[in-house]
């Protein structure tokens, strides 16, 4: 009998509305009990001193980039694994462009399987809409859904899917399934060269300009035909204030609609690619300070479900390209929850209690989570955070678990970062050192 006892820490557990200071007692991978007293019923357990600290269920990623397989020279499992033990992640989601492509069940499982060996956090696989992400012939998601990886997640990832009578018969077939379709909102013919958002900024800088048109045409697009099929839609990184009011419609229409934000459309403005420095290029792009305010008060209000990493780690030579070559995105997962505590948790925007659930919660009840996202209830799942909301740190590239070290957030100074997670009632992150000897599974 393993027992691990997490000690002291002030839980907060959006799934139960649990927030108040007790133990938190495991037994084989199980959360045995919760309570003031359960360290004098557990004097063998081993112990992770949690005073001072929130314990969370363990966070989930809708959107992360593990690269493997054929992109390992930026990322794969281990290292995004490491990175997301790290952050205090519990489960990931890895996005589907990878090479081959993950539209059948032979490379989805082939990545689930690296998951496992690596056993740092578990993998929600995504497969692509369509057969390698060609935008043309639908990928079986019947036969991925009954399959042994039980994906319900397809996206196309950054390849926004342009064809309406595809991506209607997309919906129509996942509604089958129950599966979700997520598309990338843009209109390509509108953003042809385009290196940045479209503004002031874009006119002093003298780059092509990437107009909010393009993600709020795409969503539209999305919205209504998934209102029409009854299909479950998730909207990837809501960049405008014009795409919040969009997906709130829909909500209030009774569409079948979630939606992310990323911690750094939460954070940046474009008013940061005055350097030219390519760490700031992404896509959808950075956009400006009002667009910010909008998507932080959806976020807090609910018309935003979930906060999603969009980790996008590149290898250095590439990210230090002119900026018109170099490829867009950045890193996430370290920083992600660390960011919206300390933006909008210690600002007073946001409290604590909600600021969890869109890392946890939120994100569960967009796909199959499989145990994550609590409750933090004696016979769930022991998949847990414990975060120090007062350890004040300096991102320094060279020091992030991710092979790439294309963060924006260099040098930047937050407040809060993971002290321990746990995954399946085993340490993966103690006293901030990423845990490597993995049992045999």
């Known amino acids: 009998m393993n027992e691990l006892l997490i000690s002291g820490g002030r ?3 959006p799934a139960s509305g649990t927030d108040r200071v007790a133990d938190v007692l495991v037994r084989d991978g199980v959360v ?5 007293d359960v360290a004098a019923a557990s004097p063998g357990a081993d112990v992770l001193d949690a005073r001072g600290c929130w314990v969370t269920p363990g966070l989930i990623d809708l959107h992360t980039h593990l690269r493997e ?8 499992v281990a290292t995004g694994s490491a990175a997301a033990a790290a952050g205090g992640y519990t489960a990931v989601s890895p996005m589907a462009n990878t090479d081959p492509v993950a539209d059948t069940a032979v490379v989805i499982e082939l990545v689930l399987r690296r998951g496992r060996e690596v056993g740092l956090v578990d993998l929600l696989p995504v497969a692509s809409i369509t057969r390698g992400l060609g935008g043309v012939e639908l990928t079986p998601m019947g036969e991925l859904a009954r399959s042994d990886a039980r994906v319900d997640f397809f ?3 950054g390849i926004p899917l342009g064809d309406s009578l595809v991506m209607r018969r997309a919906l129509q077939y996942a509604t089958a399934f129950d599966v979700v379709v997520c598309n990338h909102s843009e ?3 509108l953003t042809a060269d385009a290196q940045m958002n479209e503004g002031a900024m874009s006119s002093v800088l003298g780059l092509p300009g990437w107009p909010r048109e393009a993600e709020e045409i795409m969503l539209a697009r999305d919205l209504i035909l998934a209102h029409g099929a009854g299909a479950r839609l998730h909207v990837p990184h809501l960049t405008t204030a014009g795409g919040v009011e969009l997906v709130r419609r829909a909500k209030q229409a009774g569409t079948r609609v979630t939606a992310e934000v990323t911690p750094h459309h939460l954070l940046l403005e474009d008013v940061e690619v005055a350097a030219y420095d390519a760490v700031m290029k992404v896509n959808p792009p950075l956009r400006t300070a009002a667009d910010v305010a909008v998507l932080r008060a959806a976020l807090i209000d609910g018309t935003i479900d979930a906060v999603a990493t969009d980790h996008a780690p590149h290898g250095r030579e590439a990210k230090r390209q002119p900026w018109e070559h170099a490829p867009c995105g950045m890193l996430g997962l370290e920083t992600a929850f660390p960011i919206v505590h300390t933006e909008l948790v210690r600002t007073g925007r946001m409290d604590a209690l909600t600021a969890v659930a869109r890392f946890t919660t939120g994100p569960a009840t967009v796909r199959n989570t499989r145990g994550h996202g609590g409750p933090i209830v004696p016979g769930s799942p022991a998949n847990l955070q414990v975060f120090d909301p007062e350890l004040t740190w300096t991102v320094d590239r060279a020091l992030l678990r991710s ?12 407040v809060g970062r993971a002290r321990h997670t746990v995954l399946h009632g085993r ?3 103690r006293d901030g050192a990423v845990v490597t000897e993995v049992p045999n599974v």
């Open 32 to 36: 045995a009990a919760v309570g003031p």
């Open 427 to 429: 340490p993966t992150l």
């Open 187 to 189: 209109d390509p013919v």
């Open 155 to 157: 996206s196309d990832d």
């Open 403 to 414: 092979r790439a070290d294309n963060t924006p957030f260099h040098g930047r100074t937050l």
């Open 11 to 13: 839980v907060l557990d």
């Open 69 to 76: 397989p054929g992109g390992e020279g930026a990322e794969d």
